[in-house]
């Protein structure tokens, strides 16, 4: 009977270990085949998310280049706002003309003269133009200047503006905006303090709205039209500037100025004073003349003699004092 019994005992056992091992076999078999299927939808997950990324940075790029650039501003050089100014000298032989040529040459290049002053000496002659042009005709129209007469000095500037005309546009806008919100806030206004309180606000946000404005407006302006001021001189003109001296020679001359120019400014107002003084002072002294004479004419005072011999005046006796009658 025992044996029998560790014999069933044994094939039991036997059957749950296949069956137990079956078990993790298809187990295994699961685990392998979903970890494939993982393995292979992975990359096409992976890829697309890629698409997808890249659809969302074509989006982007597109909205950026739609927008103009909000982010960030424009890089290129013919997009920047730069403001050019030149100074130049020319000596020519004839002012007038050369003058006239100049702003032929401006009024072609499709600018104007925004300031003209000039002085007629002959062969001194001397023009000082302000000339305002497009920027892009800066340059050539700098050199048909040049060609007028023999350039003497050429000074050009630049001044790069972009950033503070992106700057401004962007406050602008959020100017704007606030603007608009005051209004909205005004318009549903349901009593007196409120509707005083936000017109004062709406007041000061327009200000500052349309004080941005003229900013951006002036810094437009000077980036659109760059501006050249011109010196047109005749042939005698001093070419150099004045140096500055130093030394002996250069002190005394300066102080010969300097008392030649005390003097004028001296003899200037004694000129302005002597009308006063011969108005004045000739009928003072005519006065002073008269008094003069009439005293000589009066003699001296007389003289009294002062010494014990000298006789005094008389004089009254002095009062006797009167008689006490006894008791």
């Not at 292979?40 to 659809?55: L, N």
């Not at 129209?141 to 023999?150: S, T």
């Not at 005004?186 to 200000?207: C, G, K, M, Q, W």
């Amino acid at each position: 009977m025992d044996g029998r019994e560790r014999r069933r005992r044994g094939v039991r056992l036997t059957a749950a270990a296949l069956v137990a091992l079956l078990g993790l076999a298809a187990c295994g078999g699961g685990d392998s085949g979903g970890s494939k299927d993982s393995a292979a939808s992975a990359p096409e997950a992976a890829t697309a998310d890629r698409d997808r990324a890249g659809g969302a940075a074509e989006q982007t790029g597109g909205k950026a280049e739609q927008g103009g650039g909000a982010g960030a501003p424009d890089l290129r050089v013919d997009q920047r706002s730069i403001i050019y100014t030149g100074t130049m000298r020319v000596e020519v032989d004839d002012v007038d003309a050369a003058a006239r040529s100049a702003i032929a040459t401006v009024t072609a290049a499709g600018g104007f003269v925004g300031g003209d002053e000039r002085r007629s000496a002959d062969a001194d002659a001397r023009a000082e133009l302000e000339l305002r042009v497009p920027a892009a005709k800066f340059y050539g129209v700098v050199d048909e200047l040049a060609k007028l007469g023999r350039q003497q000095r050429r000074e050009i500037h630049t001044e790069d503006v972009t950033e503070q005309v992106v700057d401004l546009d962007a406050r602008i806008t959020t100017q704007r905006a606030r603007v608009e919100s005051a209004r909205r806030l005004l318009a549903r206004a349901t009593s007196i303090s409120d509707l005083v309180s936000l017109e004062n606000e709406l007041s000061r946000r327009e200000a500052d709205l349309a004080s941005l404005e003229a900013k951006k407006e002036r810094l437009t302006d000077l980036a659109s039209l760059s501006t050249i001021t011109v010196s047109l001189v005749g042939p005698d003109a001093s070419t150099a500037d004045e140096e500055t001296e130093v030394g002996f020679l250069a002190g005394l001359k300066g102080g010969w100025k300097v008392f030649l120019a005390s003097m004028t400014i001296l003899l200037t107002v004694l000129g302005a004073v002597l009308p006063w003084l011969v108005a004045l002072g000739v009928p003072l002294a005519v006065l002073l003349v008269a008094l003069r004479r009439r005293r000589r004419r009066a003699g001296p005072p007389p003289v009294r003699p002062v010494g014990p011999g000298a006789s005094l005046p008389p004089t009254a006796p002095p009062p006797v004092p009167a008689a006490r009658s006894e008791p």
